[in-house]
């Protein structure tokens, strides 16, 4: 690293380090409220006021409690979107901490209140402190977790009102460095669809079987049926997870439940093995059922897609990530993930990438390595500056005066 260089990283971190503290205190005032999708009010109000106070023009009620922040300095007529998710998810909190969830049964476990945090603490210094031209779009979404918050902000014209020629987004990840930087070009999220299968027979009394048509049996048997599409009909080098999480049937000991319902998980990284997938579960369910002699209702409801980092996006991004943090703190292409995430939605309209900052690993002070999605999880503080002092190089590298 040469001279100029870790000049330029200390002024940038320090610079964005001397007000993290008060966005620390943002943060786990968010945590301490937080909300479901749809239901961010609160959260929505506090981004909102402390965009106005800082000169940026609010733009709010897409996809109900979503809003954007534009700020348009200079004369140059390149748009740059930058994302935070907002809302919580259905989690009794067990951390114990001063600023824990005050909202019984909701919880920030996935660092959304990190992530707002972070955009904000960049929205400031961006505003005033950094001289940059064109227009910047501060994307603020709600109903991230499962609930399609992004597609609902583009169904209510996103980015018709706020075009953008490139977005970004940023998500914490336990389990790797604190401050680390991760991206990956191509496809880097799998897809998420929700199948309900129900099967109607014909309900009978335990001790004469051959008096009924058992949607148990069938049941079960298409529960291992459907583990061979995996392992015999897509391509071994390609990812593909079918699970079924639930299967309910019956309720007492002698009698045959007339009907059985099973409700499963697909995953894919690939557009064609996601098709895939769902013609091979239709065809299996239908003609396991039929052997069986009972009836197959399928509702196929394709959730969130593949989500694809594009090339040209993620190399600056990369590269924005190498001049701040240096080569070493930076993974240039990690692994793919088999979790979903919306922003895939806002990718397949807007070139653009996703990566992911590192909340811990468990070493030094042993913060951050907690999974998502737990009740014992919080967002590493130490990210806010990290996290805003890479957004606002990267608007300033991508919006050159």
């Not at 045959?256 to 013609?279: F, H, M, W, Y």
């Amino acid at each position: 690293m040469n001279a100029p260089r870790e000049a330029f990283l200390h002024d940038k971190l320090q610079a964005l380090q001397a007000q993290a503290d008060e966005f620390i205190a943002v943060r786990r005032d968010i945590h301490k409220h937080p909300e479901m999708g749809y239901k961010e009010y609160r959260t929505s109000d506090l981004v909102a006021e402390q965009l106005h106070a800082w000169g940026y023009q609010v733009t709010r009620g897409l996809g109900g409690t979503g809003l954007v922040g534009q700020l348009q300095k200079g004369s140059g007529t390149k748009s740059i979107g930058l994302r935070a998710d907002m809302d919580a998810l259905p989690i009794d909190e067990s951390t114990g901490l001063p600023y824990a969830s005050c909202n019984t049964g909701i919880m920030h476990a996935c660092g959304h209140d990190g992530h707002t945090a972070m955009l904000l603490a960049a929205a400031k210094h961006l505003a005033q402190k950094v001289n940059f031209s064109g227009t910047l779009n501060l994307i603020f979404q709600p109903a991230e977790e499962g609930l399609a918050g992004a597609k609902k902000m583009m169904d209510d014209g996103l980015f018709d009102q706020f075009p953008c020629d490139a977005i970004f987004a940023m998500h914490n990840m336990p389990g790797h460095p604190q401050g680390q930087l991760i991206f990956r070009d191509g496809a880097a999220m799998a897809s998420s669809d929700n199948v309900t299968i129900t099967l109607d027979g014909q309900g009978g009394h335990g001790a004469v079987p051959h008096k009924a048509v058992d949607s148990i049996v069938a049941a079960s048997a298409i529960v291992n049926g459907l583990q061979s599409i995996v392992s015999r009909n897509v391509d071994p080098q390609e990812m593909a997870v079918i699970t079924v999480g639930a299967f309910n049937a019956g309720s007492t000991f002698n009698v045959i439940p007339q009907t059985a319902t099973l409700k499963l998980s697909v995953r894919s990284l690939n557009r064609e093995v996601r098709d895939l997938l769902e013609k091979r579960i239709t065809e299996l369910v239908h003609a396991q059922a039929q052997s069986y002699g009972v009836r197959a209702h399928i509702d196929y409801h394709r959730n969130y897609p593949v989500l694809v980092n594009h090339v040209r996006e993620t190399d600056f991004a990369r590269q924005v990530g190498e001049e701040l943090v240096g080569a070493e703190q930076v993974t240039r292409q990690g692994r793919a993930l088999t979790g979903s995430e919306d922003f895939a939605f806002m990718l397949e309209a807007v070139p653009g990438s996703y990566l992911l900052i590192g909340n811990g690993d468990g070493t030094g002070d042993g913060h951050g390595a907690c999974m998502v999605h737990n009740p014992g999880y919080d967002f590493n503080d130490h990210n806010v500056a990290v996290g805003s002092a890479y957004w606002s190089l990267l608007v300033e590298r991508f919006l050159v005066d």
